[in-house]
């Protein structure tokens, strides 16, 4: 996140498209870094956008549908 601080503009925007993961049976807790990260490279978190709708995951059942949180990030002006 310290790369996309440090490049989007003062008032611009960084959109993070990210999922937490299961491997066996450990959750990577990937949103929680996210936000975390986000906030200590200085950017103002805004909150979730509506979900991504992801036409195939990997591991899901053929027919199946899945979605993944946006979070919103602002670098103040």
């Not at 959750?27 to 490279?41: M, S």
């Not at 103002?44 to 591991?59: C, D, M, Q, S, V």
């Amino acid at each position: 996140m310290r790369l996309q601080a440090a490049v989007v503009k003062s008032g611009g925007f960084v959109i993070v498209n990210i999922a937490d993961v299961k491997i066996d049976n450990k959750v990577i807790l990937l949103e929680r870094w996210t936000v975390e990260r986000g906030k200590a490279a200085g950017l103002i978190y805004k909150g979730l956008e509506h979900p991504y709708e992801l036409n195939y995951r990997f591991g899901l059942r053929q027919g199946s549908a899945a979605n993944e949180p946006v979070f919103v990030f602002e670098k103040p002006s």
